[in-house]
């Protein structure tokens, strides 16, 4: 079991809990920053109970993570004086049984926003005060909380650039804080070893996620300091080319909490020379941006809890969907469309647990608009394969793509994948890297190559699941006939 302060001493002899979620880092981290300060002792807890987060449980990818950033956790602290204590839900037993041994008087956390969390935090927050112990929660996450703005009229802002100018004015202030150079932690016994979580998969799927990421706080700042020094100053005109390394792929660290916005916000203010508004260089401005894309998520999701499963335009209720019927989603998920950037995409997502933002827009508007199958059986499957499967920024990007959204690309901006591909992976490099069937094929018969008679039985590469052009007219009428049943 666990032993620290008793209770009636004064406040710089006690021991304090710090649950642990999805903020593992030690740096810029609120809740170990105000138990480090205020408490003798620190017990930091990381609680396994993904039934509370029914019915967005992390998916595979997100499971393989979790259990590397979790051992990258404990190997900080440990340099630190401390452990990470793992238990198994429920959190509030759990943290009942933890006060208890330990003698702890306070329990600090920081925030999540997906409805089930907040329901769950709540309801062990006033738990916890009515028992005598202090629970208190902090922004780690977001730099503005999902609350603290609201349009001239009161209202959730649903129109993303007002949101935008709006949350700028908040930037200033992101001085993150140091990790702590020591912390110190009470006697702890009872604690799960890592494997009892069962995060792993069974089954090794997973050698292209290792190849691919370094789960961890140490990896999160490699990674930033490798963005800043070398492609902040290209994002702008090289974001939308998935063929070269152009975006920062932070997401899953963000998602994990291994990294903060405001230590992103620091990097950037640090490393870079000149400076624009609210002391920002310039030339980081369109990603500054899309930092903000991500906070207009939360906002979304916080304001319309019911948005992972329904439509934020209520219109797009009664849009005559299709059942995804015979082998066409299990075509789309393998990555066996036909179609050579759709299924560079989802085959790169299968393999390193990611995929480039332009290309998530391709596969989301074949799914959604040429197929017409719901957006929701797409974003379950980024769900469960996407190491930053995000809950608020998934559901935003598939209803904007899907034109149901808050801010979404009109229905009628359909992506003609192939249009798109000649555009932003012209030498077909993408495509070659990840569907090894076209490899030999010139530019631009890789992007078509169904336009050769013959061509696709010889290399072994499936023909088109849909007609682009005719699906997207159906699509199109669809869409005609629910506007004209409103």
């Not at 452990?83 to 943290?95: F, I, M, R």
Request: charge should be neutral; hydrophobic fraction near 40%; charged fraction near 25%.
């Amino acid at each position: 079991m666990v032993q620290g302060g008793a209770a009636g001493t004064s406040p710089a002899m006690t021991t304090a809990i710090v649950w642990l979620r999805r903020d593992l880092r030690l740096a810029d981290n609120p809740a170990i920053h105000a138990a480090v300060a205020g408490h003798a002792r620190v017990l930091p807890v990381y609680i396994h109970a993904p039934e509370e987060e029914a019915p967005w449980m992390p998916g595979a990818a997100s499971r393989w993570w979790l259990h590397h950033s979790l051992a990258a956790l404990d190997d900080a602290l440990r340099e630190r004086g401390a452990s990470l204590y793992l238990a198994k839900g429920p959190s509030l037993e759990s943290l009942r049984r933890l006060i208890k041994a330990s003698g702890a008087v306070a329990v600090y956390w920081n925030r999540q926003y997906e409805p089930a969390a907040l329901a769950r935090d709540r309801e062990i927050k006033q738990r916890l005060r009515a028992e005598g112990v202090a629970a208190q929660s902090y922004n780690s996450a977001l730099l503005v909380e999902p609350w603290a703005l609201a349009t001239r009229e009161g209202r959730p802002y649903r129109v993303f650039t007002p949101y935008w100018r709006a949350v700028e004015a908040h930037l200033a202030d992101t001085a993150p804080w140091p990790a702590p150079s020591r912390i110190p932690m009470p006697a702890a016994e009872g604690s799960l070893p890592l494997d009892a979580l069962e995060l792993r998969p069974r089954i090794a799927w997973d050698a292209g996620l290792r190849d691919a990421w370094r789960p961890g706080e140490e990896g999160a700042h490699a990674l930033l300091r490798e963005f800043v020094a070398d492609s902040i100053g290209h994002y702008g005109e090289r974001r939308d080319r998935p063929d070269v390394d152009g975006t920062s792929r932070l997401s899953p660290y963000l998602h994990a909490g291994e990294l903060s916005p405001r230590q992103i916000l620091a990097a950037l203010r640090d490393h870079l020379p000149s400076s624009g508004s609210q002391g920002f260089p310039s030339i980081a401005a369109p990603y500054v941006r899309e930092l903000g894309w991500r906070e207009f998520s939360y906002h979304l999701l916080f304001h319309h809890p019911d948005t992972p499963e329904r439509s934020l335009n209520a219109q797009f209720e009664r849009f005559p969907w299709r059942e995804p019927t015979g082998d066409l989603l299990e075509r789309w998920q393998q990555g066996h469309t036909g179609i050579p950037i759709v299924d560079a995409g989802m085959r790169q997502l299968w393999k390193t647990g990611w995929m480039h933002n332009r290309v998530r827009m391709l596969v989301a508007s074949l799914l959604s608009k040429n197929l017409r199958i719901h957006w929701s059986h797409g974003a379950r499957w980024f769900w469960d394969t996407l190491v930053d499967a995000d809950l608020a920024n998934n559901t935003q990007g598939w209803q904007w793509t899907a034109g149901c959204g808050a801010d979404a690309a009109p229905f009628f901006r359909i992506f003609n994948p192939v249009v798109q591909a000649l555009r932003f992976d012209p030498r077909g490099e993408y495509i070659r890297r990840w569907v090894p069937e076209l490899r030999d094929l010139p530019a631009p018969l890789l992007h078509e190559p169904w336009r050769e008679p013959g061509l696709l039985g010889r290399i072994g590469y499936a023909a088109p699941m849909v007609d682009l052009a005719s699906s997207r007219d159906e699509a199109l009428a669809a869409y005609q006939a629910m506007r004209a049943n409103r």
